[in-house]
């Protein structure tokens, strides 16, 4: 189970919605080996007096919050971060330097899905890679 949340200045976030969507949920499928089919993606547009960052940071600056199953790898949740810094980059332009991600593991049984608690779901993917 994985719940993508995604910040960013109201005017850029918007007008690239689907597309960091794509990006994002395609860095999921390869590096969690994840069902194409589950994207559960949030958007937070912010107003500018809402979303202060430093100077070093553009416009684009873009906050990532990646809520999953704890179970994985440091080499895949590493992994899921490179790709998530390259593929913003070549695919919406958007430099690492303005790029933050956070990755937040819960025990499943700390979630609450279709009516039943994590650790009692039958899923159809693994969470061990």
């Known amino acids: ?3 993508i949340k995604i910040y960013g200045l109201e005017k850029n ?3 690239r919605r689907q597309d960091l969507s794509d990006v994002i949920h395609s860095c999921i499928v390869e590096a969690f080996e994840y069902p194409r089919d589950k994207r559960f993606h949030r ?3 912010m107003n500018e007096e809402d979303f202060l960052f430093p100077a070093d940071r553009s416009e684009d600056y873009t906050i990532i919050e990646i809520s999953i199953f704890e179970g994985r790898k440091v080499e895949t949740k590493k992994r899921l971060v490179k790709l998530l810094f ?3 980059e070549s695919k919406l332009n ?5 790029v933050e991600i956070t990755i937040f593991e819960n025990p499943p049984c ?3 899905i279709r009516g039943a608690s994590g650790d009692e779901l039958s899923l159809n993917y693994k969470v061990e890679v």
Do not use: A, H, L, V
């Open 1 to 3: 189970m994985g719940q």
């Open 13 to 15: 976030i918007n007008s």
């Open 43 to 45: 958007f937070f547009p």
């Open 86 to 88: 390259e593929r913003m």
């Open 94 to 98: 958007i430099s690492p330097q303005n």
């Open 110 to 112: 700390n979630w609450g």
